[in-house]
């Protein structure tokens, strides 16, 4: 387990590269956070699905001269994203997305990944501000950035809120809560009927 984040920030985005994920967002907060003197490491691990939006998000990169600072990175197996998870401070959710229910924000807290998010994709469900980790209006890397540079120099805060979002996970989202949920649902189902 950490006891603070690390130099530079480790900063992991999984997702499909196309438009509606995001990505491009942790390029441009790994810029930010430069701008403020706090050195970041980008890894964005997924198929690439927009061949037009990755080659947009390696100029881009290019032109920030960032190539130092951003890595991208093919698809990994689950257990290799697990133990990217648990070597990184920060899972930037940057999915546009307004319906699903992803898995990442559950995966990382449970690996004591600190995660930011817009919310989407179910992930407003899972998250309490502040407490779990950290709702961001759509495109909000400067608000992104201000809690950065809070949780680098508070490691207190930092710590609390990867230990919550862990016990949430544990608490609200382990199997049997899964199971004993939809138990629950199929049994009011069958009542009204």
């Not at 061949?51 to 080659?55: A, M, P, Q």
């Not at 991208?72 to 197996?77: C, E, G, P, Q, Y």
């Not at 924000?105 to 990382?108: D, K, R, T």
């Given at each position: ?6 130099a530079?920030v480790?900063?992991?985005i999984?997702?499909?590269i196309?438009?509606?994920?995001g990505?491009?967002?942790g390029v441009?907060?790994?810029d ?6 706090i ?8 198929e690439?699905q927009s ?5 947009a ?8 001269k960032?190539?130092?600072?951003v890595d ?6 689950q ?8 070597q990184a ?12 229910f992803?898995?990442v924000?559950?995966?990382?807290m449970?690996?004591?990944?600190l ?12 998250i ?20 950065i ?7 207190p ?5 990867i230990?919550?979002?862990?016990s949430?996970?544990e ?13 629950n649902?199929?049994k009011k ?5």
């Open positions: 387990v950490r006891d603070k984040i690390s530079p480790k900063i992991v999984p997702a499909r196309k438009q509606q994920k990505c491009k967002d441009l907060l790994v930010e956070l430069r701008k403020r003197n050195p970041a490491k980008l890894s964005i691990i997924g690439v061949r037009d939006y990755y080659d998000l390696v100029k881009i990169t290019n032109d920030l960032l190539n130092d600072s991208f990175r093919a698809m990994v197996s257990e290799e994203l697990s133990s990217i998870y648990q401070d920060i899972c930037f959710f940057t999915s546009y997305f307004k319906t699903g992803s898995r924000p559950l995966e990382a449970a690996s004591g990944c995660v930011f998010s817009y919310g989407n994709e179910g992930s407003s469900e899972s309490k501000q502040s407490e779990t980790g950290f709702i961001l209006e759509e495109g909000n890397i400067k608000g992104a950035a201000d809690w540079e809070k949780l680098v120099v508070d490691k805060f930092y710590l609390g809120i230990k919550n979002a862990r949430c996970v608490q609200d989202y382990s199997m049997e809560t899964y199971v004993s949920q939809i138990e649902y199929l189902c069958l009542q009204n009927s």
